[in-house]
């Protein structure tokens, strides 16, 4: 890797920092496709590659995640009881699946590629199609819905490294008709608690390949860190301008940019 793979990664992460403050999704749809192409290029082997995009995805989140969620806080826009009975559960699932993908070869690149891709037209479909609208006000919800939602994020988060926003979003909004506004600084709360977890049993590993002196457990420092430093300039203003704009126009945002990391993963499925 030369000074222009790193400006590049910086810029990539720069957009993943913007799309996690402004959508309340971690930044993960934009850091796993950088991910797959720099590890991969950086010497990381196929039968590692998905255990290093995961935790590497995961590892950055930590960090656009509590950007974007300490700014929700600083704008007014923060909800401490719904995002502990979301994430207090989905740590739990988030660090068991973890285990059994870490402790085998059956979680494969393909498949890997198949569940992201599924879960990306889930999205997609949702947020275009969903005939259900979101109102400015949010009604109060029972603890429980938070709950089963955090379970089930966990497990997505730990399949996909995409933190847990893709799903927490979308249910929030049209399953428990929460504001889009008030879904996504939950999520942004939530994900950092996932990612911590993670985080930390990454840096404590030891996989089965090196391919950095500056390498900690699955956690590359070179390829992350570019990613990291962006976070603290741009989900902030992801932030602001979510706060700013109409509800339909960061769902259609939402579902636009999904759509494109969609066509990826299907010419990468199909074509290569």
Partial sequence: MDITDY?????????????????????????????????????????????????NSLFTIIFSGSVSSYNQYKH???????????????????FV?????KNGDWYSKTT???VFAAMILLIIVRMFFSKSKTSENSIERPNREYQITGF???????????GGGVVMTPVFTDVMKQSIKKASSISNGVIPLFAIVLGIYNLSDKPAQYISEWQVG???????????????????IGVRTAQKASQQLIRTVFASFASLVFIKLIYEIFFL
């Fill in 7 to 55: 400006i590049i990664i910086a810029l990539f992460g720069s957009l993943g920092a913007f799309v996690s403050g402004f959508l309340g999704v971690g930044g993960g749809i934009v850091y796993i496709p950088v991910l797959d192409y720099f590890l991969k290029k950086a010497g990381m082997t196929d039968a590692m590659l998905v255990k290093g995009i995961l935790a």
């Fill in 76 to 94: 007014g826009n923060f909800f401490p009881k719904q995002i502990l009975h979301t994430a207090i559960p989905g740590m739990f699932t988030a």
């Fill in 97 to 101: 699946v973890t285990w059994f993908i």
């Fill in 112 to 114: 890997f590629n198949y």
């Fill in 152 to 162: 089930f994020a966990g497990i997505v988060t730990a399949f996909s490294g995409l």
């Fill in 218 to 236: 699955y956690i590359v420092l070179p390829v992350v860190l570019p990613l990291i430093l962006s976070t603290f300039i741009f989900a902030p």
